[in-house]
């Protein structure tokens, strides 16, 4: 019986596990979807700035930094 009881006990674990990650995964999916413009909005600024299209105006003021120098 003793055996039978850990059996249970350890599937019992398991599904409340499986049940937290589905509640998390939901819950990540409502909040992109709430807020998914602002983090394509951010992410969008973030590859401009490291692709350089709008980094310029900092590279031109670090080069007259350093000519300053």
Avoid: H
């Amino acid at each position: 019986m003793n055996i039978r009881n850990q059996k249970k006990k350890s599937g019992q674990a398991m599904v409340e596990y499986i049940i937290i990650v589905v509640i998390v995964a939901i819950a990540a999916i409502a909040v992109f979807g709430v807020f998914s413009d602002r983090i394509r909005a951010m992410l969008g600024g973030a590859t401009e700035e490291l692709g350089g299209s709008s980094g310029s105006a900092t590279s031109e003021s670090s080069v007259s930094i350093m000519q300053c120098l």
